[in-house]
């Protein structure tokens, strides 16, 4: 395949060569914006434009300070990088975006605008100007500076195993070991490194909470629930409909899970299961080993991709070609994996910390899922128009688990291997499901109610008893219990960050139903939802992918059997 290596627009109002090392490079440019007079609609749409670009622009060369600082969180300079983008940039465009914003709402051409064309755009423009005070830019720099520091404390996380340092990626997989007693002592070593750090998190969390719970009052609302449901224009549902979501995967899925667990149980024969026999094969069979080193990941996914539908494969081919991956893991890389689109060049960047595991084929084709969004997304108009609802940035990403499993035999030449891997995939999308859960729960009591450490420890058991694992004893790791919650990054970096997870493993799951029974035109349909980036409504988007956007208890109930029926096909 002939590979087209994009090439960045050529720009109508950001000078081309600028170097972004002061504020003043780039005041002047907000200047012209805020005193631009504007005398039709065709100047609006043009100052529209110009302020798209402008905002691609910073959002770019953010983009590449953030994931440098993430591949060697050892290296100070570019930590400086990003912490002088976070402390000396966006404190100063704040102000401006809000006059920008105002300057639009109350042009006298706005109606003469495409008002289908640009009513979601608009909707967002009139909650951003809603919410927005000067007295929390301040607030917003602190808040993303200490944010920062939990990449950094997990950063520098490692155990000894028979005489070899180890990232917790790294160990995590000897968790698959068959020897019961290897796996305990790796678990030990684990939870006993993280609890290193026990203090260290919650003092960071009771920070980021007060200065959240600040911004929210500044803004007029009663706590930071409240204020991230506007501030992450959650116009969709609201926390009632998140409560009944629970409830749903309470009722519906955990049952369901606990099975899971208990065959598992029983099939290992033991009398009683603990946290670290969760991974091990119960056959008694290796690890799952789906490809070795960044390459051959890389290489394996482009025909994975390529198979399902050429597109995609190109689009993972491009970002290959110009060395948007960073896949391994490796020793001072913050962990974690993600996508992060760049806006203006339109060819995004994935980051990982791949070690060889099923898990690492999976978070492949996810963060490749969300790449083909952004593809599919890069010619919208305005750079507000790419920039999707998690909801649906997360339907992209989880969709692609499903429909790539049928080609995964280019990871696995064994029928058996791959057969396990599958059966692995369907078991983990209803398993994500009480995770989801937990986790947006225990955000909503964190936000809505004064609590100590402690009685934030007491509250995640409580939780993890209605939505967590029924299965595992957790005699003798009682504190590792209490503090699993720390483990998720998103609590601390990207707050009310995770429920869609869940609403998109639902749409997920109805969509690759519907590639079973309409194929190829439910891809079609995929790519025509994606392309509409964020100029529709989350419903919208979901409908013309041909699903309900939908976490009623009977939806769960629906697709968790067919995800039963799947289950019970390939067994």
């Excluded at 899971?260 to 029983?266: N, P, S, T």
């Excluded at 952004?374 to 339907?395: G, I, M, Q």
Aim: with cysteine; glycine share 4%.
């Amino acid at each position: 395949m002939e590979i087209r290596i994009p090439t960045r627009p050529k720009r109508k109002f950001v000078p081309e060569n600028i170097s972004i090392d002061s504020w003043d490079k780039i005041k002047s440019l907000f200047e012209n914006l805020v005193d631009r007079k504007l005398s039709s609609v065709e100047d609006l749409e043009k100052w529209m434009l110009d302020r798209s670009e402008l905002e691609a622009v910073l959002e770019e060369d953010m983009a590449w300070r953030y994931i440098k600082m993430n591949i060697d969180t050892t290296n100070k300079d570019l930590a400086k990088s990003f912490h002088f983008w976070i402390k000396e940039i966006s404190p100063n465009t704040a102000p401006y975006s809000n006059k920008l914003n105002v300057k639009l709402i109350e042009s006298k051409y706005l109606k003469k605008l495409d008002q289908e064309k640009y009513r979601i755009y608009l909707r967002s423009i009139n909650n951003k100007i809603k919410i927005f005070r000067e007295e929390n830019i301040p607030l917003f720099t602190k808040m993303e500076v200490k944010q920062q520091e939990y990449g950094s404390i997990s950063a520098k996380m490692s155990i000894e195993v028979d005489g070899e340092k180890l990232t917790m990626q790294q160990a995590a997989q000897l968790l698959k070991n068959t020897d019961r007693s290897k796996r305990e002592e790796v678990y030990n070593k684990i939870s006993s490194r993280r609890l290193q750090d026990e203090k260290a998190l919650d003092n960071l969390y009771d920070e980021l909470i007060a200065l959240r719970q600040e911004i929210a009052k500044n803004a007029g609302f009663e706590n930071y629930r409240d204020y991230m449901f506007s501030a992450m224009g959650r116009f969709d549902y609201t926390p009632q409909d998140c409560f009944n979501f629970h409830e749903a995967i309470a009722k519906e899925i955990v049952p369901i899970t606990s099975s899971f667990h208990q065959k598992r149980k029983e099939k290992l024969g033991y009398n009683i299961y603990k946290a670290w026999d969760t991974s091990v094969d119960v056959d008694g069979l290796s690890p799952l080993k789906p490809f070795n080193g960044g390459k051959e990941l890389t290489d394996l996914s482009i025909e994975c991709f390529n198979r399902l539908r050429p597109y995609f494969g190109e689009c993972l081919s491009t970002m290959k070609a110009m060395k948007h991956l960073d896949l391994e893991s490796k020793s001072g890389k913050a962990p974690g994996g993600f996508m992060y689109p760049l806006y203006e060049i339109g060819v995004p960047f994935i980051y990982m910390n791949a070690v060889g595991s099923q898990r690492d084929l999976v978070t492949m084709v996810h963060e490749g899922g969300h790449a083909v969004h952004s593809f599919l997304s890069r010619d919208l108009s305005l750079t507000e128009f790419k920039s999707t609802p998690s909801e649906v940035a997360e339907l992209a990403s989880m969709s692609m688990e499903l429909f790539s499993m049928d080609n995964w035999d280019v990871f696995y030449s064994d029928d058996n291997e791959l057969k396990r891997a599958k059966l692995d995939q369907l078991e983990k999308a209803l398993q994500t499901l009480p995770w989801v859960a937990a986790i947006d729960k225990f955000q909503h009591w964190i936000y809505t109610n004064k609590h100590t450490a402690q009685q934030r420890k007491e509250k995640w058991l409580e939780i993890d008893s209605e939505l967590g694992d029924q299965i595992i004893d957790w005699n003798g790791q009682e504190n590792t219990h209490a503090n699993l919650w720390q483990k998720q990054l998103h609590l601390y970096e990207v707050p009310f960050y995770y429920i869609e997870y869940g609403m998109a493993q639902l749409g997920a799951i109805a969509m690759w139903r519907s590639y079973k029974k309409i194929g190829e035109k439910a891809l079609d349909n995929y790519m025509s939802a994606l392309k509409l980036g964020y100029t529709k409504s989350i419903s919208e988007i979901y409908q013309k992918a041909g699903i309900k956007f939908d976490f009623s208890a009977s939806y769960v109930k629906e697709l968790a059997n067919f995800i039963k029926d799947e289950l019970e096909e390939l067994n």
